[in-house]
Nanobody, 121 residues
Framework: QVQLVESGGGLVQPGGSLRLSCAAS????????MGWYRQAPGKQRELVAD???????NYAESVKGRFTVSRDNAKNTVYLQMNSLKPEDTAVYYC???????????????WGQGTQVTVSS
């Protein structure tokens, strides 16, 4: 069984910063990609940022220049550093991972339970 455990969400004022973490645990042979999605009330879930096994990041246009995604392969962990936060960043943030549990087995997709980020004065 694979689990994704998220941490770092909370309340912050506009212009502030938060750092989200997501650690994958369980039977893991290889993690191909990890990333972050978010969903605000009344809106579709959207990709915020992801990062492949080669370490190349990808960002939504709305967060470019403000957010940074990174990963620590030794810890099976992905991070999202969020700076210059705006009220429109308020959402539930979900961790996602595409991984293999065993060699020669198909890749599978996993989700975390979500963590609330609220930006308000």
């Amino acid at each position: 069984q694979v689990q994704l455990v998220e941490s770092g969400g909370g309340l912050v004022q506009p212009g502030g910063s938060l750092r989200l973490s997501c650690a994958a645990s369980g039977s893991i042979f290889r993690i191909n990609a990890m990333g972050w999605y978010r969903q605000a009330p009344g809106k579709q879930r959207e990709l915020v940022a992801d990062i492949g096994s080669d370490g190349v990041p990808n960002y939504a246009e709305s967060v470019k220049g403000r957010f940074t995604v990174s990963r620590d392969n030794a810890k099976n962990t992905v991070y999202l550093q969020m700076n210059s936060l705006k009220p429109e960043d308020t959402a539930v943030y979900y961790c996602n991972a595409d991984l293999q549990e065993r060699i020669l087995r198909p890749r599978r997709n996993y989700w975390g339970q979500g963590t609330q980020v609220t930006v308000s004065s």
